[in-house]
């Protein structure tokens, strides 16, 4: 990442970073919500928006990864499990109720 960075502007570095680390509180804010209102998130009308829309961002990640990272690589594809695990795990709640 230090010598990729390096050859961006410095408007385009600020921006990669600055996302991934907003990126970061997101997931982690998401897990937090999850671990603390499970009843809530799989039996009321917004908990479940919020799995469906959760779900919709790993599946849409998931197909991204086939479209812009096209790279045989054991850690693409171990992200690419993840990533559908990820999907999976958010929609569970809404297909076993």
Do not use: H
């Not at 603390?36 to 908990?47: M, N, V």
């Not at 790279?71 to 709640?93: C, D, E, K, S, Y």
């Amino acid at each position: 990442w230090k010598n990729d960075l390096k050859k961006v502007t410095i408007a385009n570095r600020a921006i990669i970073q600055i996302a991934n680390l907003r990126l970061i509180y997101i997931f982690v804010f998401v897990g937090i919500i999850c671990f603390k209102f499970p009843d809530e998130l799989s039996q009321t009308p917004l908990g479940q928006v919020f799995l469906a829309g959760i779900s919709i961002f790993w599946l849409g990640r998931t197909v991204e990864q086939f479209i812009f990272l096209r790279v045989n690589n054991r850690m693409v594809q171990l992200l690419t499990i993840v990533f559908i695990l990820g999907t999976i795990l958010f929609a569970l709640p809404l297909i076993l109720k």
